[in-house]
């Protein structure tokens, strides 16, 4: 019903878990963080920014750094304080725009973004906590000009209206057909219970979604 | 066979005033879109032309804009339902480092008042270098606040003890009162004569991309990225605004999240952000949070109905009477359709009032008033159909005046098998749970016009169409690519479009479903026409009239002859240097107004939790002549599903006690979920000689009471009050067994 269960989202609880194996949430982080925990655990990853001076926001309390984010492939520096989220910094600082703040709480996967294999809310992700992890973005998952199968599908069934949400679902489709290809519509339905959609295009997502499930069944 | 030419009467601006003059043109036929069975385009399904943009992540939304030296834009929000600002000062604020410019009530006493009267309502605005500093500086000014009494809930603000919402009016508007014949003389006919009160809540629009904007001013001039419904209206409200030519200000919109009813205007976030850009000197990007979108964005006012309704023993509806009122926070109206919804009732009174209360102002949301007239109207009609003892179908048979919705209706009860797999006695089922089956109509208006547009043609066959529409999410981009290269016998990537920019030309709004019975007779009108003007240059080669040749499949030729032929790019170089070029606009014959819509769904009902489950919907659309199927559907399919949502789990709860809003967020603000949507089966009830209707308004209408009935007819228990939540549903059945 209107209630979406937790087990059912993309990963929530585990995506923001720290290599030495501690636990963060952003909400936990920031809350529960003073500012020598922030520094003790994002100095390890600092790189020295290339100006290789605090910022006038250091100076003032407010830390940024420069760290690198592996996107698609590709590394990129990007300066962030503690607090920037994954979203923001993709967004904002690397315009890679694909994934979308929609409620910025967690609560609509249009954000989502795999992380080391794994679907993770972005603007649940804390920038520095995605060091050294590799992330993909609805921008990765087309081969040059050759659409992934599910874009196909989701081109061919109008999956899609106003489109904001779109790159969440792509994302949760991937997931869910690279871990199950030949899922039920019911598997299906609740693969995706963690995106969003105003506009109403599940039924074509759906579609969608089993026809591309189909199509890589066949080698795509 | 020469094309024949028809007369039309269209109104043309000159010098400010409107005239109407007459034009030739080709006459394509009843509906205006020729043999639909001939056509490559037209009614035919196409994917979208931006659908690679949009799953690639390509496509760059408001939201997505970056400019050089681009700052961040954040507003201030009053934190109480109702204050006066004794004092507010920023220089804490100004002091962070990386915020830029700060805009406090003084600076623009038309955006801002010191006077709050709702918890949310623009205060103050900031510009920083990132969203965080922005962050930041909101909490760094400091607001003294006179808190003041408030009201939240339409039943209390009725009161005339409440407090009041605005110091120079009450909180209660004037009546606004509809009435036809006799409605004493009405009920004194009546065998039945039945009264109820049916509720609905406020609805939040939820548009996926929040409202926003990116300013940047160079001089006077402005240019706007905004995520709107409107181009124009934007840059209209701006100009006049700042007191600039609207020659001055350019707004673009290429892609857009979703709007539904609630982005006309510039708006005060869109004042807000050119007002900061231009305070600061450089670009600001300004999009609200989605709580903001909640708090102050426009919402659907909610509706309280009592209505009583009387009928003659054979199921003759014989008089209305409704008095009716709704909350639309400190602004507008929640009036709701003034007449009686559907039914031809020959005597009738209507009084409704809209009720101030110090919360978010409402905005049109898709279908103003009709849903929530609509829930009652059809759920009184079930009411009276068992009353009677008749066959819910039937007693709206006989007193619809549609003969299309009666025709739609008979179409959906024989696809879901009223007659045959609906228990005609409620609560008829064993076992916990029960399902039903129910039925709901909508009727909308629509229709077109208020569009112009322009096409070059140029010598090397190249083809531009340019209209200042905007595509919402609605398909409108892939739409005039379809009508144009239909025209031209292109293919649809063949033709160069734009919209959404002011520097093309008028077109209004994206909203009333009258975007694509708009857009399409203005683009079909403007390549229409100027395809003759390429034919005039061409015909004497083949020694025909214009009106003889054939535009069809990258070739023009004599349509009595066909060997007579040349390629397209053969036909346009013979135009030499001079491009053709055309400014046209929409024409009339080609759309139409007003269309019925009708919802069967079928419902389970868990009685032991009140859950309820939509499983399957069966929706009858017209469009008159479709243009394109597919996006058709997904909009069919979108307004069901909203409607669903707004009877099963959306509402705003205000928290009386404190004035605030306690679920702005898409958790505790209950949306639908993939797990929730039930199978959609769409009919189409074709009327293509009527051309053009839009679909996006119809298609959310009947939802939340067909559900109802379909309650009804599995438990016995009527609701009537919105969303259907269990809670809701478990008391309707204590109630039924109590008897």
Known sequence: ?220 | MQQKMKTVTITIQEDGEPREIEIQVPDTGEGGWGDLSKNTYINKPHTRVDAVDKVTGRAKYTADIKLPGLLYGRILRSAHPRARINRIDATRAMALPGVSVVVLPNDDPEVFSRECRFAGQEIAAVAATTPEVAEDALHAIDVDYEVLPFVVDEDAARDPDAAQVHSDRGNVGEPRVGEQGDIAAGFAQADVTLEATFRCQVQSHIALETHGNVCQWEGDKLTVWASTQGVFSVRGELAGHFGIPETNVRVITEFMGGGFGAKFGARKEGVICALLARKAGAPVKLMLTRKEEHLATGNRPSAVQHVKLGATSDGKLVAYERSNYGTPGVAGSANIPGAPYLYEIPNYRIEQTSVFTNAGPMAAQRAPGHPQAAFAMESMMDEMAEALGMDPIDIRQMNDPNEARRNMVAMGAEHIGWKTRRSATPNSGTGRIKTGMGVGSARWGGGGGRTQAECTINPDGSVQVKCGTQDIGTGTLTLVHMVAAEEFGLKMEDIDVGIGDTNYPYSGGSGGSTTAASVSPAIKGTTMLAKLELFKKIAPRFGVEPGELVASDGNVFVGSDPSKSMTWQQATAQLGDEPIFFHGQWLPGYSDSGVPGVHFVEVSVDTETGLVKVDRVVAVHNSGMILNPLTWASQVNGGVLMGIGYGMYENRIMDPATGYMVNANLEDYKLMGSTDIPEIEILRYDEPERGVIGIGEPATIPTPGAIANAIYNACGARIRDMPFTPDKVLSALAAVKEG
């Open chain 1, 1 to 220: 019903m209107a209630d979406r269960h937790d087990e059912a989202r993309p990963d929530a609880s585990s995506h923001s878990e720290s290599k030495s194996g501690t636990r963060f949430t952003r909400r936990g982080f920031l809350k529960g963080a003073g500012a020598s925990a922030v520094t003790a655990a994002v100095a390890p990853a600092i790189l020295v920014s290339e100006a290789g001076t605090a910022s006038a926001q250091e100076a003032e309390g407010v830390m940024s750094a420069t760290i690198s984010l592996d996107v698609n492939g590709q590394s990129h520096n990007v300066e962030v304080e503690a607090r920037t989220t994954l979203a923001d910094a993709l967004r904002d600082r690397l315009e890679i725009t694909g994934p979308k703040v929609v409620c910025d709480k967690g609560e609509c996967g249009a954000c989502t973004v795999e992380m080391d294999g794994k679907l993770v809310f972005s603007c649940m992700t804390l920038a520095m906590d995605a060091q050294g992890r590799k992330i993909e973005t609805v921008e990765g998952m087309a081969d040059g000009d050759n659409l992934h199968p599910i874009q196909e599908a989701f081109v061919e069934k109008d999956a899609l209206m106003c489109g904001f949400c779109t790159p969440g679902f792509l994302m949760s489709s991937k997931s869910l057909l690279d871990a199950n290809d030949n899922p039920t519509p019911e598997e299906v339905r609740e693969g995706l219970s963690g995106n969003i959609c105003r506009c109403g295009t599940y039924p074509h997502v759906f579609e969608a979604v089993m026809s591309a499930a189909e199509k890589m069944r066949k080698g795509g």
